[in-house]
C-alpha cells in the first residue's frame, strides 16, 4: 500500500481548480502600488509563487475589471504573514454596472503572529450573475503599523 500525508494548508492553497477563470485573458487589473519584486501577476495567474506586495503603506486595492460580464461562483483569497504581529482587514466588493455600485461581499479582519498564526486562507462561495468588476481593498494593520499589504494568492471561479 503506498501513502502520502498532505499538509491540509498546501493542499487547499496549491490546488489548481480546473474552474478557475483565465483571469489574464478575461479581466484588465487595477491596483493601488506594487513592489517591482512582488507584482499583482504573482497573486492572480497560476503557476506563481511569490506573490503580491504593495509598493507602498496604508490601505491598497487591488480591482479585476472584466472584459465580458461573468457568473462568479467562487472566490479564494489566500495572505502569508510570517515576519510581523499585525491585525489586517480586507473588503470584497462587487460591481454589476462597470463600477458605479458595489456591494460588499466579506469584511474579515484576522491576527497574524509569526510564532502561531501565518497564513489566512478564506472561500468565499457566492453566486453573483454579471460580475463586471471585483474589488479587493486590504488595510494591512488595523493598528497603523508601518507594514505593506500583501496578497498570497487569488483565484475567481
Not at 503506498?2 to 474552474?19: E, G, T
Not at 502600488?33 to 496604508?58: C, F, K, Q, V, Y
Not at 457568473?71 to 483569497?77: A, G, K, N, T
Request: proline share 6%; aromatic share 6%.
Amino acid at each position: 500500500m503506498r501513502k502520502r500525508i498532505l499538509d491540509p494548508v498546501h493542499k487547499q492553497v496549491a490546488s489548481d481548480d480546473p474552474n478557475w477563470l483565465d483571469l489574464d485573458s478575461l479581466a484588465e487589473v487595477e491596483v493601488t502600488s506594487e513592489d517591482p519584486a512582488h507584482p499583482i501577476e504573482a497573486a492572480l495567474l497560476p503557476n506563481r509563487t511569490s506573490g503580491w506586495r504593495a509598493g507602498g503603506l496604508g490601505e491598497q486595492t487591488i480591482r479585476l475589471l472584466f472584459s465580458s460580464p461573468q457568473r462568479v461562483r467562487h472566490i479564494r483569497l489566500n495572505f502569508v504573514e510570517s515576519e510581523t504581529d499585525r491585525t489586517q482587514e480586507y473588503v470584497l466588493r462587487c460591481s454589476q454596472d462597470g463600477g458605479k455600485t458595489f456591494r460588499d461581499l466579506a469584511r474579515q479582519q484576522w491576527n497574524f503572529s509569526p510564532q502561531g498564526s501565518t497564513t489566512e486562507t478564506e472561500d468565499h462561495r457566492v453566486d453573483l450573475p454579471n460580475v463586471t468588476v471585483l474589488e479587493l481593498c486590504i488595510i494591512p494593520d488595523i493598528g497603523g503599523n508601518s507594514v505593506p499589504a500583501s496578497l498570497d494568492q487569488m483565484r475567481v471561479a
